[in-house]
């Protein structure tokens, strides 16, 4: 939030606002980040229970899993129909926040 009020840098935005350098993240269309450190890949297609997801450069913590993945590679996750896929940052200062939901 500091950011975007600082600067004006949108909360949401789409990859490759963050990860310019990544081709990859210049044809996603159905994933995005939200502030510095949390991707969001929703289910966007009716009936679907789980996708694929893009992670960037880095490690990644999956929220619904609590597993770690390194970047720079797609991942399978199930997605119930209560949840997301939402993935944060390992050094993230919100990751210890939000991992013990």
């Given at each position: 939030m500091?950011?975007?009020?600082?600067?004006?840098?949108?909360?949401?935005r789409p990859m490759?606002?963050?990860f310019p350098?990544?081709?990859?993240?210049?044809?996603l269309e159905d994933q995005?980040?939200?502030?510095?450190?949390?991707?969001?890949?929703p289910i966007v297609e009716m009936g679907c229970r789980s996708?694929?997801?893009?992670?960037p450069e880095?490690?990644?913590?999956?929220?619904?899993?609590?597993?770690e993945y390194g970047g720079g590679r797609v991942v399978s996750c199930d997605v119930p129909?209560?949840?997301?896929?939402?993935?944060i940052r390992k050094d993230a200062e919100v990751s210890a926040a939000l991992w013990n939901h």
């Open positions: 500091a950011r975007a009020s600082n600067d004006g840098t949108p909360l949401m490759f606002f963050d350098d990544d081709p990859i993240c210049w044809t995005f980040m939200f502030g510095n450190d949390i991707l969001f890949a996708r694929e997801v893009y992670l880095g490690y990644w913590l999956s929220y619904e899993s609590k597993t129909l209560d949840s997301v896929a939402l993935f």
